[in-house]
């Protein structure tokens, strides 16, 4: 065994996954074979869902009877809400009161009980989590505006039923299929820190609504899903400023600071994902005649990429893109959630088929001679 220390894991390999690969030097993301490019232009996130949880893309038939029942899956039981009504009015943070929302939801899953390996078990319990995660989102945001809550509607895709909640009106074409595109960008990603906490956590046989919540937490930090947020606060910065943004990115640099979405644990390139979102910033700042969100980040991020060398990831473009949209800040993270939410069970999934409780070691540092004295003599 060898004692060489990784710190942060980096470079270890630590298991085998069909579900997506990573080409960090091409800027290639792909989920079970396909491009994300593709997906994301062709495919639905139900249609990504369906192929990260059984391998394959559905046909008509298939496609229709998942989204189906995913969308009958919807409705949160009244205890869960009532939970989510009294976070939202203590003023809880978004990501806290999504994590105890979900936990709760085991409370009146049918299958709770089942055992935790049991895979059609499982595939039920993720559908209901991932259809109630939008629910219990919007519900969040509408009592802390003092707003009634939206039932959700099983006529809508994923995507534009939670629009649909979160607004109280039907979305447009446009504003739907942006969001739905945003979902499956952010379905899956390799091992990244709230995949691999998921993992950790199943592989000790608790289940999908002890892993899934710990992954929510994982995600919350800023160094991983929180990071949109960051963004997005520092381009609203910028705005506020009489400064270009080249000059603005300067006197942050001089402070000290750094300028969030730029850089990536995995890619070495810009990230496949922030191409497609700032191609998609772009039509919705033409839509709108005002292209003021998407030249400020274009000119943020020549002048990084010049100067620093590092391209930006997809959390530079995601932040802009929602903002567009009228999604409120404080929930671009539990927004990450809902789509993540997919690729955390299909990894759950492989990691229940093949499993081996995950447990690394610790290269101790501390003493080993210390002389005890009783508590009296010290």
Same mark, same amino acid.
């Given at each position: 065994?060898?004692? /060489?220390?990784?710190?942060?894991?980096? %470079?270890?390999?630590?298991? /085998?996954?069909?579900?997506?690969?990573?080409?960090?030097?091409?800027?290639?993301?792909?989920?079970?074979?396909?491009?994300?490019?593709?997906?994301?232009?062709?495919?639905?996130?139900?249609?990504?869902?369906?192929?990260?949880?059984?391998?394959?893309?559905?046909?008509?038939?298939?496609?229709?009877?998942?989204?189906?029942?995913?969308?009958?899956?919807?409705?949160?039981?009244?205890?869960?809400?009532?939970?989510?009504?009294?976070?939202?009015? $203590?003023?809880?943070?978004?990501?806290?009161?999504?994590?105890?929302?979900?936990? $709760?939801?085991?409370?009146?899953?049918?299958?709770?009980?089942?055992?935790?390996?049991?895979?059609?078990?499982?595939?039920?319990?993720?559908?209901?989590?991932?259809?109630?995660?939008?629910?219990?989102?919007?519900?969040?945001?509408?009592?802390?505006?003092?707003?009634?809550?939206? /039932?959700?509607?099983?006529?809508?895709?994923?995507?534009?039923?939670?629009? @649909?909640?979160?607004?109280?009106?039907?979305?447009?074409?446009?504003?739907?299929?942006?969001?739905?595109?945003?979902?499956?960008?952010?379905?899956?990603?390799?091992?990244?820190?709230?995949?691999?906490?998921?993992?950790?956590?199943?592989?000790?046989?608790?289940?999908?609504?002890?892993?899934?919540?710990?992954?929510? %937490?994982?995600?919350?930090?800023?160094?991983? %899903?929180?990071?949109?947020?960051?963004?997005?606060?520092?381009?609203?910065?910028?705005?506020?400023?009489?400064?270009?943004?080249?000059?603005?990115?300067?006197?942050?640099?001089?402070?000290?600071?750094?300028?969030?979405?730029?850089?990536?644990?995995?890619?070495?390139?810009?990230?496949?994902?922030?191409?497609?979102?700032?191609?998609?910033?772009?039509?919705?700042?033409?839509?709108?005649?005002?292209?003021?969100?998407?030249?400020?980040?274009?000119?943020?991020?020549?002048?990084?990429?010049?100067?620093?060398?590092?391209?930006?990831?997809?959390?530079?473009?995601?932040?802009?893109?929602? @903002?567009?949209?009228?999604?409120?800040?404080?929930?671009?993270?539990?927004?990450?959630?809902?789509?993540?939410?997919?690729?955390?069970?299909?990894?759950?999934?492989? $990691?229940?088929?093949?499993?081996?409780?995950?447990?690394?070691?610790?290269?101790?540092?501390?003493?080993?001679? /210390?002389?005890?004295?009783?508590?009296?003599?010290?």
């Amino acid at each position: 065994m060898s004692d /060489e220390l990784k710190k942060g894991l980096e %470079g270890v390999l630590v298991a /085998e996954s069909a579900l997506s690969f990573i080409d960090g030097d091409e800027g290639r993301l792909i989920y079970r074979g396909y491009e994300i490019e593709d997906l994301a232009r062709g495919a639905s996130y139900e249609e990504v869902l369906y192929l990260l949880w059984h391998g394959e893309l559905p046909n008509r038939e298939q496609y229709d009877e998942f989204r189906d029942t995913m969308a009958a899956e919807r409705h949160v039981d009244d205890g869960v809400i009532d939970t989510v009504r009294e976070l939202a009015e $203590q003023d809880e943070e978004p990501m806290a009161a999504l994590r105890t929302g979900v936990s $709760q939801l085991s409370a009146y899953d049918p299958d709770a009980a089942a055992d935790p390996t049991d895979r059609e078990a499982n595939l039920r319990k993720g559908r209901r989590i991932t259809a109630k995660i939008p629910t219990i989102l919007a519900a969040y945001d509408r009592v802390r505006n003092g707003e009634e809550i939206v /039932e959700p509607r099983e006529d809508l895709s994923h995507a534009a039923n939670f629009l @649909y909640m979160l607004n109280g009106e039907e979305p447009n074409d446009v504003l739907a299929e942006t969001f739905d595109m945003a979902l499956v960008l952010h379905a899956d990603h390799g091992l990244n820190a709230s995949t691999f906490t998921s993992m950790v956590i199943s592989s000790t046989l608790a289940d999908l609504h002890s892993s899934i919540p710990g992954a929510i %937490g994982a995600l919350s930090g800023s160094l991983h %899903g929180g990071a949109n947020q960051d963004v997005m606060e520092a381009l609203l910065e910028l705005d506020d400023t009489d400064m270009e943004p080249v000059e603005w990115v300067e006197h942050l640099l001089d402070e000290g600071r750094r300028v969030p979405g730029f850089g990536h644990r995995v890619y070495n390139v810009k990230d496949p994902r922030a191409k497609i979102l700032g191609e998609r910033s772009k039509e919705l700042g033409e839509a709108a005649g005002d292209l003021k969100w998407y030249e400020y980040s274009t000119s943020i991020e020549e002048y990084i990429m010049d100067e620093k060398g590092l391209a930006p990831n997809v959390d530079f473009y995601s932040s802009s893109t929602y @903002y567009q949209m009228g999604i409120p800040i404080d929930i671009y993270t539990p927004i990450f959630v809902m789509s993540r939410v997919g690729g955390w069970i299909a990894h759950v999934l492989e $990691q229940y088929e093949d499993n081996r409780l995950i447990r690394p070691r610790a290269r101790y540092v501390g003493s080993e001679h /210390e002389d005890f004295v009783a508590l009296g003599e010290r």
